[in-house]
């Protein structure tokens, strides 16, 4: 065995939590005790300086370019391995850059338009007839994903408490079906703001599919622009986006959203969360979220209370979000090739990557959902019990 396959077992001797067996050219070496629950096959030699500096960066890349194969199910293979993140490395000297990014607005807009702007056509292939981009709600067995992003919509629209008339503002609106259903349904007069040309524009062609024009609009707007709007909202809603902000400006984001509600009002929060602070991942924060960071559940009550929002209501959605995951992952890998004609196979593989270690990682309790529900200060007029 060459010194350099030995340092390289050394290093991937710290997760043997699982067993799984490691192919490097035609030899194989066992990690952990027990029959392997997957292999790992190396192609080429990986760099051990690489894997040091970042674990995930090193085999993330590795697996894009195909020097690393899985033989087993992917998802499976990355539930045993993510589990152990916790022995991964990554020097934060090192990637500063990549790690604590500019927040400016423009560099903000850029990451966002970075994921979202891949086209509507892309996300149209693997993404169900809602276009939600965000966890389902199962809440049967036998629910497909379509009923899932539709019972979690309805699930939404009942923790706001809508009534005809309303003012309701989504930021980080998506395609707009929340806001869609709320004004087929509850007759609100709805905002949705994106930084995504993309989701504006394919929003603004369903309100016009829809006959909605006098109830909703789409805005192509930051959230630091709310303060300036001109406008108070009965009701907020954010979906999956702020995970976006930044830790440095997450109070930013509630003296915002304070300012953009009326007394009283219901706002409801949706992010993905962590137990603890933590700057992210490397290889996401590289190819999928640039400038992305997970929140901890602790910090956001904790900066919520500052601002006089009373909490109402905490729903973890952890496990629905590994199942709307691999729905996704199907639907991908059943568009694959087209996908691939597209985009290229690198691409292909990192976004198959993508999907399933974010399954894995919420199944393994790496990261969760939260739904939170909040009012703007005391409101006594809403229901006791929980209406929804």
């Not at 509630?254 to 290889?283: N, T």
């Not at 601002?307 to 199907?330: I, P, Q």
């Amino acid at each position: 065995m060459k010194l350099e396959e030995k340092a390289i077992l050394r290093f991937l001797d710290r997760f043997d939590e699982t067993p799984f067996l490691v192919r490097i050219r035609e030899e194989e070496y066992t990690i952990g005790h027990g029959n392997p629950r997957f292999s790992i096959i190396f192609k080429k030699e990986p760099d051990l300086k690489e894997m040091i500096t970042s674990t995930s960066l090193a085999l993330g890349e590795a697996y894009m370019r195909g020097d690393l194969e899985i033989d087993g199910d992917l998802y499976q293979a990355l539930y045993y391995f993510l589990g152990q993140m916790g022995n991964f490395s990554v020097d934060t000297r090192v990637l500063r850059k990549l790690m604590f990014p500019s927040l400016g607005r423009r560099k903000q807009k850029e990451d966002v338009s970075s994921h979202y702007d891949l086209g509507n056509d892309f996300y149209s292939l693997w993404l169900d007839e809602t276009l939600n981009y965000s966890c389902g709600y199962f809440e049967n067995e036998q629910d497909t994903l379509f009923d899932a992003q539709k019972k979690k919509t309805q699930r939404i629209l009942k923790k706001l408490y809508l009534k005809e008339g309303m003012e309701l503002l989504d930021i980080g609106c998506g395609w707009g079906y929340l806001l869609i259903e709320a004004a087929k349904k509850y007759k609100i007069r709805g905002t949705g703001i994106t930084l995504s040309r993309e989701q504006q524009q394919g929003f603004e062609k369903r309100i016009r599919e829809e006959g909605l024009e006098d109830y909703l609009h789409a805005e192509l707007m930051d959230y630091r622009d709310l303060a300036g709007y001109g406008k108070k909202f009965d009701r907020v809603v954010s979906v999956g986006m702020l995970e976006h902000v930044g830790r440095d400006h997450y109070e930013l984001f509630f003296q915002c959203i304070k300012r953009a509600m009326k007394p009283g009002g219901v706002f409801l929060l949706h992010f993905i969360s962590a137990l603890e602070e933590h700057p992210g991942d490397p290889w996401m924060k590289k190819y999928i979220f640039p400038g992305g960071v997970i929140p901890s559940l602790r910090e956001i009550t904790s900066l919520s209370a500052k601002y006089r929002f009373y909490l109402l209501d905490a729903e973890s959605l952890r496990r629905h979000y590994n199942k709307t995951l691999l729905c996704w992952d199907k639907n991908f890998n059943e568009h694959r090739r087209e996908i691939e004609e597209r985009f290229g196979e690198t691409f292909a593989r990192m976004w198959d990557l993508y999907l399933c270690a974010c399954a894995s990682t919420f199944q393994n309790g790496i990261i969760d959902l939260h739904q939170l529900l909040f009012t703007n200060g005391i409101n006594n007029e809403l229901p006791m019990t929980r209406w929804y």
